[in-house]
T-cell receptor, first 113, second 116 residues
Framework: GQQLNQSPQSMFIQEGEDVSMNCTSSSIFNTWLWYKQEPGEGPVLLIALYKAGELTSNGRLTAQFGITRKDSFLNISASIPSDVGIYFCAGQLFTSGTYKYIFGTGTRLKVLA | EADIYQTPRYLVIGTGKKITLECSQTMGHDKMYWYQQDPGMELHLIHYSYGVNSTEKGDLSSESTVSRIRTEHFPLTLESARPSHTSQYLC?????WGSGTQETQYFGPGTRLLVL
């Protein structure tokens, strides 16, 4: 079945550092979504990408839809303590006659003040 | 900003009880989903709906059932709760863009279920 490999699994960084995480797959996706989830809450959409090569920013966050449509990355610049959480990627593809989402396993980010 | 709501947020219940987890959205989205997620783990799709009177099972087998009588409402029911049902349940809805091949999915805050 389709799989999304998300890396790194976890990161411990100092406040002010930049962060980079990515998702890769052997499948081709129509859409890439990046979410942040805090404990006990639902994922909150950060950035949505719809075209191969698209580069989109949301404040200190930047994400890109890979040219091959099989990967995406998310960068966070100048991290702050409230960036702590789990970041998930999700790719949307058309399979078995329907559109479905595949989720990455998450990147757990901890920011040390 | 997504307007999607779930109740209750937390539920502790005994084995064998029937429970219904509520999900509603005010955005007029046709497509809605239920996911199951263990703490810190990935999301698993258990049910989805394309619109009123449409429901489909997801990738993860679940003993729960869903209904979609109104566009804005997508409740999930467990007829007889068991400890193995303990998890977080996330509801989501999505809107289509462009030619209908692009979709953005929004999540509710989740219901954390503990079955004793």
């Amino acid at each position: 079945g389709q799989q999304l490999n998300q890396s790194p699994q976890s990161m411990f960084i100092q406040e002010g550092e930049d962060v980079s995480m990515n998702c890769t797959s052997s499948s081709i996706f129509n859409t890439w979504l990046w979410y942040k989830q805090e404990p006990g809450e639902g994922p909150v959409l950060l950035i949505a990408l719809y075209k191969a090569g698209e580069l989109t920013s949301n404040g200190r966050l930047t994400a890109q839809f890979g040219i091959t449509r099989k990967d995406s990355f998310l960068n966070i610049s100048a991290s702050i303590p409230s960036d702590v959480g789990i970041y998930f990627c999700a790719g949307q593809l058309f399979t078995s006659g329907t559109y479905k989402y595949i989720f990455g396993t998450g990147t757990r980010l901890k920011v040390l003040a | 900003e997504a307007d999607i709501y779930q109740t209750p947020r937390y539920l502790v219940i005994g084995t064998g009880k029937k429970i219904t987890l509520e999900c509603s959205q005010t955005m007029g989205h046709d497509k809605m989903y239920w996911y199951q997620q263990d703490p810190g783990m990935e999301l698993h799709l258990i049910h989805y709906s394309y619109g009123v009177n449409s429901t489909e099972k997801g990738d993860l087998s679940s003993e729960s059932t869903v209904s979609r009588i109104r566009t804005e409402h997508f409740p999930l029911t467990l007829e007889s709760a068991r400890p193995s049902h303990t998890s977080q349940y996330l509801c989501a809805s999505s809107e289509y863009w462009g030619s209908g091949t692009q979709e953005t999915q929004y999540f509710g805050p989740g219901t954390r279920l503990l079955v004793l």
